[in-house]
């Protein structure tokens, strides 16, 4: 090819690619801005949803990634047979968890899986009645949960209460301190977390101040058979010990008997007391294991 040709041919091969080039840099850069654009704004979003979950004011994030959910949702199935209502319920009582924390007065205590487990799947054992007692509430916000969740399941709460109420939470063995709330351990605070419980869970509850092994509690709290009790107070070895020996003489045929932080590495004697029970003349069976608390069913 002449050379003069062959020239004339690059020119015009280089001006196209130039071209080209050009109009590929502007695509990209207006991708830029709006990618950009799209993240500023993702930040912004993900930021005001953090501040509605984070630990701050709780101690506890309440941000469970899929992998955290997918196996609470197995551990629930395999204690009540049905993944599908474990998800549900998991999923619901989640969204509990982070509107009562937000609204109320105080926190929940323990970690989401934890709770929530407690709340899925106590429901869906079918309790054989609706009287619902809380050894140790600390803020009353996990009874609020519960009747809410029981209430979902066509089941209104008729809930008692045993806590001190001391002003803080008290715990043997263990040095008292400021919770991370700033909020006081109170019979009012109690209150006003169970009115978000909706119903008649707080126009109706019966607080019992004072600590389940005192005759006094006891008697007062004794006029039922519970469908449900969540032992939750005292959680030494010897605490629960006697919380279970009570447990068998209130507790309904059929009952349900949630033995919280059992299996937590922070509170051996909790497992151990259950053992200890269980191994005994009981009316009690364990029928599973949901994060860190046991179910047990009464004869
Ligand atoms: C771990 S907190 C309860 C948390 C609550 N159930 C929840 O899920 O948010 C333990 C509570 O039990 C109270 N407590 C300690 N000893 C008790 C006892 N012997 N009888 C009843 N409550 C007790 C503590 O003061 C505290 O308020």
Not at 55 to 66: F, L, V
Not at 68 to 90: G, K, P, T
Request: charged share 25%; net charge neutral; with cysteine.
């Amino acid at each position: 090819m002449p050379a003069p040709l062959r020239s004339r041919l690059v020119r015009r091969a280089q001006k196209a690619l130039t071209g080209d080039v050009r109009r590929e840099l502007t695509t990209l850069r207006g991708e830029l801005t709006a990618a950009q654009s799209e993240l500023k704004a993702m930040r912004r979003s993900s930021y005001a949803l953090k501040l509605l979950v984070d630990s701050t004011g709780r101690g506890i994030h309440r941000m469970p990634d899929a992998a955290q959910m997918n196996s609470l949702v197995a551990e629930i199935a395999a204690v009540v047979e049905n993944e599908a209502l474990a998800r549900r319920n998991a999923t619901v009582a989640y969204r509990n968890v982070v509107a009562l924390e937000a609204l109320g007065v105080g926190r929940l205590a323990g970690g989401t899986s934890n709770i929530c487990g407690k709340l899925a799947t106590v429901p869906l054992l079918k309790p054989p009645n609706a009287d619902i007692l809380e050894i140790g509430t600390l803020y009353g916000m996990f009874s609020a949960a519960l009747s809410r969740m029981m209430h979902r399941s066509g089941v209104e709460a008729r809930l008692t209460i045993v806590d001190p109420l001391a002003g803080s939470q008290l715990q043997p063995g263990t040095t008292e301190r400021a919770d991370v709330t700033g909020t006081p351990v109170r019979e009012d605070v109690v209150r006003a977390n169970l009115l978000l419980g909706g119903g008649r869970t707080g126009a109706e509850a019966r607080i019992v101040q004072g600590f389940s092994g005192d005759p006094d509690v006891r008697a007062q709290a004794a006029d039922r058979e519970y469908g449900v009790i969540i032992v939750d107070g005292d959680h030494s070895f010897e605490g629960v010990l006697a919380d279970l020996e009570w447990v068998e003489e209130i507790v309904a045929p059929g009952g349900i008997v949630v033995l919280d932080d059992c299996g937590d590495p922070n509170w051996a004697g909790v497992g151990e007391a259950m053992e200890k029970h269980l191994a005994g003349d009981t009316r009690l069976k364990k029928v599973g294991q949901v994060a860190t608390s046991a179910f047990l069913r009464a004869r």
